[in-house]
């Protein structure tokens, strides 16, 4: 069974930095596409940040609203993805979850967005004061 548990979420005033962990175990870890998604509020899932497997390239994508802010990485021998929030807004507020598709590639042809993820993790909230 796949399960996927984040940590690492909290209250941070704007301008503050926060590392986001996601461990993850029921799968080869390295075989497929894994992301970072969040919910603000009142408003849809968005991507973040995504990781396709090693065995097709290992690309990465970074959403525009965090591009230069954030980072994805993954450590395989640990099995966590993590994701590096620097510089912080108040538009950051979310509750943060990974995800992991069964795919390897998050990008055959596009991105797959949250409709391509097949597991998911309960969150951790983030909280950006100003």
């Known amino acids: 069974q796949v399960q996927l548990v984040e940590s690492g979420g909290g209250s941070v005033q704007a301008g503050g930095s926060l590392r986001l962990s996601c461990t993850v175990s029921g799968y080869t870890f390295t075989d497929n596409c894994v992301a970072w998604f969040r919910q603000a509020p009142g408003k849809e899932r968005e991507g973040v940040a995504a990781?396709?497997?090693?065995?097709?390239?290992?690309?990465?994508w970074i959403a525009a609203s965090v591009k230069g802010r954030f980072t994805i990485s993954q450590d395989n021998a640990k099995k966590t993805l993590n994701l590096q929030m620097n510089t912080l807004k108040p538009e950051d507020t979310a509750m943060y979850y990974c995800?992991?598709?069964?795919?390897?590639?998050?990008?055959?042809?596009?991105?797959?967005?949250?409709?391509?993820?097949?597991?998911w993790g309960q969150g951790t909230l983030v909280t950006v004061s100003s």
């Open positions: 990781i396709s497997a090693s065995a097709v390239g290992g690309d990465t």
């Open positions: 995800a992991a598709s069964r795919w390897g590639s998050c990008f055959p042809g596009s991105w797959i967005g949250a409709k391509g993820m097949d597991a």
